[in-house]
């Protein structure tokens, strides 16, 4: 199984909002809603966002928002902030009790 | 509060073995199934196994025969064995607590890692 493809690289003002797409197939994001996004900032461990495409868990900002259609998840991150500014991944249930990740967005608040 | 902390990291020789641990505490361990993912230098996440709340494990198929992910429900702790270790296995070690019944199918909480160099 390949890794879903989500954009190198996304930026954007503050104040301003940005998305992130995940680009999967048939097999993993197309067939279950069992998408989750996490945050990891530099030299620290991923946070949860998002599960069950657009659920934020309790503590979660609602700047994060998420959704699916067909193949592709995505991520909107609204009214941009400096501490924003970090790592993204979009994983995905892909059956028989596994899990694939994306290959990560940078996020750069200008 | 919840936690989860990694050990058994270390540099190693190519084709040579490692135990990983991962300890947890705050929660009930034996109601939680438990995933490692891993992060090699500058490079995204990769999901490398997972263990079920009672002892059933499921791996990817890139990494059947090399690894072995296992529990311990009375000292709340998972491992994962790696063998024949290359250098692509090097990085970051996660272990983490899958959400089920309230993240279903997510990773709620994550471990700080621990680092692997072959």
Known sequence: ?110 | QVQLEESGGGAVQPGTSLRLSCAASGFTFKNYDMHWVRQAPGKGLEWLAVISHDGNEWLPDFMKGRLTISRDNLNNTVSLQMTSLRAEDTGVYYCAKDGAGTSNYAMDVWGQGTTVTV
């Open chain 1, 1 to 110: 199984q390949s890794a879903l493809t989500q954009p190198a690289s996304v930026s954007g003002s503050p104040g301003q909002s940005i998305t992130i797409s995940c680009i999967g197939t048939n097999s993993d994001v197309g067939s279950y809603n069992l998408v989750s996004w996490y945050q990891q900032h530099p030299g620290k461990a991923p946070r949860l966002l998002i599960y069950e495409i657009s659920k934020r868990p309790s503590g979660v900002s609602n700047r994060f928002s998420a959704s699916k259609s067909g193949n592709t998840a995505s991520l909107t991150i609204s009214g941009l902030q400096a501490e924003d500014e970090s790592d993204y991944y979009c994983c995905s249930y892909a059956g028989r009790s596994t899990w694939l990740f994306g290959g990560g967005t940078k996020l750069t608040v200008l």
